[in-house]
């Protein structure tokens, strides 16, 4: 069996997709072996023994690539320990958490034969330069708690040792 891991993401601002290369970096330091691509470049999961599949949530609902992928790799997806991560919440309001993880879960249900190993909500960030009207008039801000991402990908290293010892 193969020993990579594959991070997928979606990305709109670019957000994500840092949060994705720390995750690769932090795995890759703990010796594993990690393939980090947006989703769209992904075409089989054939090759990976666990899957990492991040996105975030924008007007309520996880990014429609993320969700196409559950669809589309759903039968490889439940052979395979998979995690699943998102970036929304841009306050530290507990109903601004919980709405961005209701949303996310909802996506989740479409899936439900797909129990994830690990599932972890990250706050967002506001790049107002990169928007258009009228999000370009919302106040820059950046809720990623790059501790708690660190400590995310930990948790996927041990996982992915306990995995690899049992098979
Ligand atoms: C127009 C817009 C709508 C958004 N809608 C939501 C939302 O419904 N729920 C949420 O939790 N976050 C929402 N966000 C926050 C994004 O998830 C956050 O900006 C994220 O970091 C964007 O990721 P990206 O840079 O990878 O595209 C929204 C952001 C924008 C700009």
Do not use: C
Not at 53 to 79: N, S, V
Not at 88 to 114: F, S
Request: glycine residues 4%.
């Amino acid at each position: 069996m193969t020993s990579t891991i594959l991070i997928a993401y979606a990305t709109r601002y670019g957000s994500t997709q840092e949060v994705a290369e720390a995750i690769a970096d932090r795995l890759h330091e703990r010796g594993l072996e990690v393939e980090l691509k947006p989703i769209f470049e992904v075409s089989t999961l054939e090759p990976y023994r666990m899957i990492v599949l991040g996105g975030p949530i924008y007007m309520d609902r996880w990014h429609p690539e993320a969700r196409r992928f559950l669809k589309r790799h759903y039968a490889a997806l439940q052979e395979k320990p998979t995690a699943i991560f998102a970036l929304g919440p841009i306050h530290q309001t507990p109903e601004e958490w919980q709405d961005a993880r209701e949303q996310l879960d909802r996506a989740l249900e479409k899936a439900p034969l797909l129990k994830p190993i690990a599932i972890e909500m990250f706050g967002g960030v506001i790049s107002p330069a990169k928007l258009h009207f009228p999000f370009n008039h919302l106040k820059a801000s950046d809720a990623r708690n790059w501790t708690n991402i660190i400590d995310f990908a930990d948790e996927l290293a041990e996982l992915s040792f306990i995995g690899r010892a049992v098979v």
